[in-house]
């Protein structure tokens, strides 16, 4: 079982910055892709940025621009740096971990709240 921890939420004002990070227990060249989602209170949880082992990435509209997912092979590690933050930015946000074949994965941190305010 892959174990995912996140790190570096906190309480910031509007058009600040935050940079989440996501230490994995194995090697994320490894995974198929990993990525960060986020769920408000009484929302569902949505796919904020996904970067793939070939190095693809991909946004939520809501995010495009403000947003940057990228990682560090050696620390296993993959970082969320968001920018312009906004109060509609407020979530817990959690890491996953995916890859298919023989040693499937499919592993979600415990998450990390981030909250703006106005």
């Known amino acids: 079982q892959v174990q995912l921890v996140e790190s570096g939420g906190g309480l910031v004002q509007a058009g600040g910055s935050l940079r989440l990070s996501c230490a994995a227990s194995?090697?994320?060249?490894?995974?198929?892709?990993m990525g960060w989602y986020r769920q408000a209170p009484g929302k569902q949880r949505e796919m904020v940025a996904t970067?793939?082992?070939?190095?693809?990435?991909s946004y939520a509209d809501s995010v495009k621009g403000r947003f940057a997912i990228s990682r560090d092979n050696a620390k296993n590690t993959v970082y969320l740096q968001m920018n312009s933050l906004e109060p509609e930015d407020t979530a817990v946000y959690y890491c996953?971990?995916?890859?298919?074949?023989?040693?499937?994965?499919?592993?979600w941190g415990q998450g990390t709240q981030v909250s703006v305010s106005s």
């Open positions: 194995e090697s994320i060249f490894s995974f198929n892709s």
């Open positions: 970067l793939t082992s070939g190095g693809s990435t």
């Open positions: 996953r971990a995916f890859r298919t074949g023989l040693a499937p994965v499919n592993s």
